[in-house]
């Protein structure tokens, strides 16, 4: 036995797990429970229902894998017996890949569903009577409702990233999913940020859970921030000088629209760049091409939008610069976290213009510091122009609010114009009435 398992062994005895998932965590080169893992792991293997709050990047999936391997393990039953919920295709993916891996020497079988693909060989897979089910939301609910599905079994529920399933407006099927399952079974919820409406789901489905919160509304430490003040008709230009920086190796590149996604990439490539696009009109055969050139390093560029973007993980990945500025706080989390993960460190870079002022001052009153801002020579904007153009709306705002409380004996001095109609066939401005008119001679 080498000194690395021996290492992690020791690191990750403390959590009482099977020997068979001590080799999968070798074989996943974990070398100790990561913060989340190490709060939240204990808790679900005493059976606990868990609520965590944690940026991505933090080692979320391992933290309820492991438990739920764990069980499986301990008592073996007919499957399915653990539900794992998220948002995009992508992170099942990615949920996937991280789980199979820890399960390596236990036997569990694990299968996703998603949509965007044919439903036949997820169908078979369901036929098998996996232990676990990784699935989006809107095929699983299609499935079930053509009886393909049966959740009589599950006795572990996992809804990860809560808060972009709420986004995405998953949670009238998220209710009807939560109707077929089990009422006794363990719950785990993972969350990047906490709005009301998930809140209020997390009360519902949670009992007296176990609460772990990893400093969710401040930035990631190992990530450095930096505003780039930009004329909106040179961003091009700007994130074209940032890539060329002698720092960068990869990067994601965030894009608020699909159109803007694609055309970007283009423009990219025309200019030397290995650029390429990831957004929500592709196919999954081209949103996989993308992913695993992005991973393999054949294109050192992802231009995605936020949903798209969502459950990506690479390692690596050295810079994120929002083309467009996010149009939430949440979503700036969501986006930064696609770099500085495994707690390596990375650089997030957003291009503001004047209009932008409104989000940079929201997620700086999220973040609870004040991002610096960064003037590149030769390009427009200065570290003050997002002041100054809230200033000058607001003025502008006041001016048109003067106009409009005019008195009414100022309006009723307003000159008024005569009503103009438009002219048709019928009347004295033109057609054939008028014609008829002048051939009598009538003026």
């Known amino acids: 036995m080498n000194s690395t398992f021996s290492d992690t062994a020791a690191d990750f ?25 190490a709060a939240a792991i204990p808790a679900a293997l005493a059976g606990r229902d868990v609520l965590g709050l944690a940026q991505t990047g933090t080692g979320k999936t391992a933290a309820f894998a492991l438990p739920i391997l ?29 789980t199979r891996l820890l399960a390596k020497f236990t036997g569990a079988k694990v299968i996703t ?21 990784v699935a989006c939301p809107g095929r699983l609910l299609d499935l079930m409702q053509q009886g393909f599905v049966d959740l009589s079994r599950i006795e572990t529920l996992v809804l990860d990233e809560a808060d972009h399933m709420f986004d995405m407006g998953f949670l009238p099927d998220i209710r009807k999913i939560l109707a077929a399952l ?62 060329g920086c002698p720092d960068f190796t990869s990067a994601i590149v965030f894009s608020r629209t699909k159109h803007r996604a694609k055309k970007l990439a283009h423009q990219l490539s025309r200019t030397g760049h290995d650029a390429v696009a990831l957004q929500g009109n592709m196919s999954q055969a081209q949103r996989d091409r993308a992913m695993k050139g992005f991973r393999g390093g054949r294109f050192s560029v992802l231009v995605a939008t936020d949903i798209a973007a969502r459950g990506i993980d690479v390692a690596g990945v050295s810079h994120v610069i929002n083309f467009d500025v996010p149009g939430t706080p949440d979503a700036y989390t969501h986006r930064i976290g696609r770099t500085g993960r495994a707690e390596c460190s990375g650089k997030a870079y957003t291009l503001i213009a004047r209009e932008d002022a409104a989000q940079v001052r929201a997620i700086e009153k999220q973040l609870g510091v004040k991002i610096e801002r960064r003037v590149v020579e030769g390009f427009a904007g200065k570290p ?35 009503q103009r109609h438009r002219r048709g066939p019928d009347t004295d401005g033109g057609g054939p009435k008028r014609r008829r008119r002048r051939r009598r001679g009538v003026a």
């Not at 001590?22 to 080169?29: N, S, V």
């Not at 569903?113 to 089910?133: E, H, M, T, W």
């Open 13 to 37: 005895r403390r959590l009482s797990l099977d020997a068979t998932l001590h080799r999968g965590i070798e074989a996943a080169g974990f070398v100790e429970p990561r913060p989340v893992q």
């Open 70 to 98: 764990q069980r499986l393990v301990s008592e073996r039953r007919r499957g399915p017996r653990a539900l794992i919920l998220v948002p995009t295709r992508e992170l099942a993916m990615q949920i996937d890949a991280e």
């Open 113 to 133: 569903i998603f949509g965007g693909v044919a439903a036949s060989r997820q169908i078979r897979g369901l036929q098998a009577k996996p232990d676990i089910i």
């Open 182 to 243: 089990p009422a006794k079974r363990q719950n785990l919820m993972f969350s990047a940020t906490m709005p009301a409406e998930i809140r209020r789901l997390a009360d519902r489905v949670l009992r007296e859970p176990k609460v772990v919160e990893l400093s969710h509304s401040t930035p990631i430490e190992t990530i450095e921030h930096a505003l780039y003040p930009v004329a909106a008709t040179r961003k091009v230009e700007l994130l074209q000088h940032l890539l």
């Open 384 to 418: 003050g122009d997002e002041a100054r153009y809230v200033h000058a709306r607001r003025d502008r705002k006041r001016t048109r609010g003067a106009r409009t409380s005019a008195t009414p004996a100022a309006a009723a001095k307003k000159p008024t114009h005569p």
